[in-house]
């Protein structure tokens, strides 16, 4: 059986943590090169999932990059932004999208996961769908989501316990999330 993870969830995963280490685990994330890091691309109106979501990442082996305080990014966005933008996506080296039903209205998130796409190819990207109900699972696959690999809690025939996997839904083959952030 396997779960998406729902966004309570992760919201508790971040508040484990004290407000200084959630602060300070953010801000490393963004202030850090990108280069050879996983980029987490979200919606703004999911920023309060990005903290749970870099603890399962960074628990799983990732050193995780976010664009959001990036020294390097202009104040306002502009065409620098994009430009910027599409730089970091190419200088990492995995591109995992924090995905809930606000993804689609974002305007940054859909580009950003074409341009990872167009760079890296489907081995190199994971939606990490956040749900509000674990049996919530549709929207995850809407349109072009439904093309790219899920990361996903559950059972695996090679553990003897619960893991954090990066799931292939039409293979229906998944690889250990440490193991699939290493480039294995």
Do not use: C
Not at 53 to 73: Q, S
């Amino acid at each position: 059986m396997i779960d998406y993870i729902t966004k309570s969830e992760l919201r508790n995963f971040a508040n484990d943590l004290t407000f200084d280490a959630r602060t300070t685990l953010r801000k490393s994330a963004e202030a850090r090169s990108p280069a050879g890091a996983t980029f987490l691309s979200h919606s703004s109106k999911d920023d309060d999932l990005v903290v749970g979501a870099i603890r399962v990442l960074e628990g799983h082996g990732a050193t995780v990059y976010v664009d959001e305080i990036d020294p390097a990014m202009p104040p306002y966005t502009t065409k620098d932004t994009a430009a910027l933008l599409k730089t970091r996506i190419r200088q990492t080296g995995r591109f995992v999208l924090l995905a809930s039903q606000n993804s689609k209205d974002s305007r940054w998130v859909p580009w950003e996961l074409g341009l990872a796409d167009g760079y890296k190819g489907m081995d190199s990207i994971a939606i990490f769908p956040a749900a509000e109900n674990s049996y919530e699972q549709s929207w995850a696959s809407w349109e072009y989501l439904g093309l790219y690999r899920k990361i996903v809690w559950g059972d695996h025939s090679d553990y003897d316990k619960r893991i954090w996997m990066v799931l292939d839904e039409k293979a229906y083959t998944a690889t250990e999330l440490s193991r699939w952030l290493r480039g294995g």
